[in-house]
């Protein structure tokens, strides 16, 4: 299931990274011998495209095997099966060669524990840029200072060591670090995630300014559907290892056809609590499925209401919702009628709800 449109030859650059059919699986060792028992299904077969100079986000609740599809992308979890290429090379082609962290890199959630606690910001940045010989040595210093610059980092701040910063700041100098290698490609996993409202708004712009300006592709990690709302192109929703739904952010937001994505929308605090929400029928009930012991029909059956005998047969195979353009889903009931007058009497749109506080409704870039 594509979760972004794939170019076509001779349409424009090639996608920023393609996914085929891919899988993670990690053994499961117990007894004193750490013998292998089993094998957790962590991402279970699937297929999307980050087209170039866009944000994708990959949306769900822990556990749904976001987080280790990126770390996939950029070769930092082991591939069961599947392809990935990065702007048109296989992946394991690049990491033979040496050459896939000039394409593709990725700023983690917790960045204290990313970087370096014993080198100045400065120092880290600037041994990045001459491992990688990204600037001349003479230049090395002055391409740390327009680094920092660039995502809005006094100049200061560069002597000081990881625990003098704040969380905003040492994410700007994580991302600064990326950035250092003239990536292509970046998988940013919940980078804003333990970040003040007001920070993760200066955040998003950052983001978003990147994309536009350096030329970078996002794949962009969260699991809060506010913060998505704000910075997508494209969504993706992932529950236990597969892709549920996908499609453009604003038809995905006004016209979620799938229980899961009314569910996750449903727990999006509302201003007064003693209302129900929209989509409050359509919640989770279950928690998501053993990665050890996969189900053998629809992973969300256990928390779907319109569960039926259908989806504990077989997983519903992947389809392009009707009337829409690249908008897929996968749910062996989403056109029955009584699923669509339900979820559509609960549609929980968010097309109304104000922006953070430091995102001052920009206009979102449409990718090319």
Known sequence: MNAAGTSSPGAGPPDAVSVTDLKVHFPIRTGVLRRVTGTAHAVD?????????SIVTIVGESGSGKTTTGRALVGLS????????????ALEELRREGALPRLAQIVHQDPYASLNPRMTIRAMIREVVSV??????????ERVGELLARVGLRPELADRYPHELSGGQRQRAAIA???AVEPRFIVCDEIVSALDVSIQGQIVNLLKDLRRDRDVSFLFISHDMSVVRHISDHVIVMYGGLIMESGPCDEVFSSPRHPYTHALLAAVPVPDPRAPGPGAGTRT??????PADPLPGCRFQRSCAFAAEICREGPPPPAVAAGTAGHTLACHRADSPDVRAALSGTSPSMSGQRRPPSSPSPERTTAP
């Open 45 to 53: 077969g699937v297929s999307f495209t980050v087209p170039a100079r």
């Open 78 to 89: 082991p591939i069961a099966s599947g392809r990935v290429s990065v702007h048109g090379r």
């Open 132 to 141: 990688h010989r990204t600037a001349p040595r003479e230049r090395a210093g």
């Open 177 to 179: 670090r990326a950035l």
């Open 285 to 290: 009930r279950a928690e998501p499925p053993d």
